[in-house]
């Protein structure tokens, strides 16, 4: 047993020491110390399929959420709140699936799940299944801060929300064509299935899971923080919650290890407690983040599972490994140097 | 570190040898292979304040309980088929915080969490804020087996309980008068505090978080399983929802590992996300169950929170540690020995 961990040890030095920080077989540029990043997203992306336009959208889309987060940082602001500035360009941008541009439940509606943690104090917040928060994140930022909660539900969640004086909006803001349009080829094709507990499942679609956003964030001081927001899957029914607005699963930060936000299939990342695995596996087997990261998502995807994360720890070291085609991710260092990547390759 | 390791694992190897299993300085008297654990909530428990009728009472829950999760086990029924009879048990029993029995919210409703995860195909399911399903345990199992989802929420929980068959109650069904009194001192409590921003506080009654239940089950085929079920806080408000229906913060299950079913200060378990760290210590430290039990209850106490837990190994070892003054809780061994304690000593 010893003997295997050291191999991987050694095998993951052999790798950063040969070409720097392989982030899922793609190296990350910048040999800065990355301080922001974000994700908006894994799934079925391919190049094939992305019009230039398209593609230059969501390009300017991920520069203008890590510009509103490195603000953040460079002002010398707290993680949590680097990370609640990137996520709410994220939210209010229709391209992702979190805030405005959600993707519809069954009964047609838009319900968001959020979380955030901060890596100093350890504490969290997360919201899930509100449908008039303009911004979740700041809901789960306000559970964090305001309450001695961790999780808060649906109206109840709504009803803290709007104590707190965060914007409440008609649900109808939430709403896209696109998504709409979503919902109505989901519907069909569950129609066109004829499996006789279907009504259960429905969340087969490769990318109808697709478009969860996330941000991690080093600030000046050194604290990291993680955070989540997701409109969940489409067409889904009862209820439903993934594993963005859960601690452990979807969000995870603490100081001596990385900040983490995952994106996928999220039952997987339920049952895997991915985003805290891979701190357990950086403080109990003394891994570094990138090889972490690899180790959560190939049992995320022995499972079965696919998706992806990103992750960063306190001296600025960033993976954004994935198992899919391709994930909406970019990155900043300290000094300002952006990437930005779609595609697996 | 990796002398540190080795001397915690000496020692704990010294005390084993030395007096059999040390579970929070109450050692478990027999020495057979334990199958089932169960708790009934961890708190201010203290022999002085309990009544002897009261106490005679709360031993023949837990035995029933017990013999329920036995019968099933030696039926050769799975893990998860043993966890939900002795939870049904005690969720039945309105002597604990689940089920019928259970504590109201500040709106005067029972909005009930339960979950359960199976440790040999690492799937789980779990209900949270469910108002009208006599027993949440059973609808964690529905959504662990017969949907492709891990966590439901609310009215979409409910219809699925009830397209799956499960008993379908009148919410006055978990009235009991004691727990309703309850609610109307914790109201009077809060009045009578000044805090501004009391009303998203009010978590603070040391007892007012008693009485959550769960078990852990070993099944004749070496399989491990977990649940756990709650009424979450007296006069919670925000659609708050704890650990115990968050898969890796109240119950967590791995064949490899343990399995786990917490009770306490929901939020500090969410926090440290409780019943997977344990797993995680065993699985990355190599360490035994016990000794991750006491690691994990340690560290919660260092943050401020109470409560306790309970966890078995794929071998039959048990840990129950606590950091409160009481935790109803009860083991019974392969051969039908049973063991009930109430008290810290």
Request: aromatic share 8%; proline share 3%.
């Amino acid at each position: 047993m010893k003997r295997t961990q050291m191999f991987v040890l050694l095998a993951v030095c052999f790798l950063c020491a040969a070409g720097g920080q392989l982030v899922n077989g793609q190296e990350l540029l910048n040999q800065g110390r990355y301080v922001l990043l974000i994700h908006g997203g894994a799934g079925t992306i391919l190049r094939e399929k992305m019009s230039p336009a398209k593609e230059k959208n969501y390009r300017l889309a991920l520069e203008k959420a890590l510009k509103a987060g490195y603000t953040a940082i460079k002002s010398g602001r707290p993680a949590p709140e680097a990370v609640q500035a990137a996520i709410r360009v994220l939210e209010d941008d229709s391209l992702f699936n979190a805030g405005r541009g959600a993707v519809f439940t069954h009964d047609g509606k838009n319900e968001l799940d959020a979380s955030i943690m901060d890596g100093k104090t350890g504490k969290a917040g997360a919201v899930a299944g509100v449908t008039v928060i303009k911004n979740p994140i700041d809901a789960a930022k306000a559970v964090m801060e305001r309450s001695e909660h961790v999780m808060m539900a649906g109206r109840g969640a709504e009803l803290f929300a709007r104590e707190c004086g965060l914007t409440i909006v008609d649900p109808r803001y939430f709403y896209t064509e696109e998504r709409w349009q979503g919902l109505q080829r989901a519907i069909r094709e569950d129609a066109r299935k004829s499996k006789p507990d279907h009504s259960y499942q429905g969340t087969g679609y490769p990318d109808y899971k697709l478009g969860t956003v996330g941000a991690v964030a080093l600030d000046q001081e050194g604290n990291l923080a993680a955070g989540t927001s997701t409109g969940g899957m489409t067409n889904k029914k009862f209820g439903r919650i993934g594993d963005s607005p859960v601690i452990g699963a979807g969000t995870y930060a603490k100081n001596q290890t990385a900040a983490v936000s995952c994106t996928g299939w999220g039952e997987y990342f339920i049952r895997s407690v991915a985003a805290y695995d891979l701190s357990a596996l950086m403080e109990y087997q003394n891994m570094p983040v990138a090889a972490a990261g690899e180790a959560v998502m190939k049992k995320i995807g022995a499972l079965g599972g696919d998706g992806g994360l990103i992750a960063l720890d306190q001296n600025g070291n960033a993976a954004m490994p994935f198992n899919t085609a391709g994930m909406y991710r970019a990155a900043i260092t300290n000094d300002g140097k952006t990437e930005i990547y779609i595609y697996k390759d």
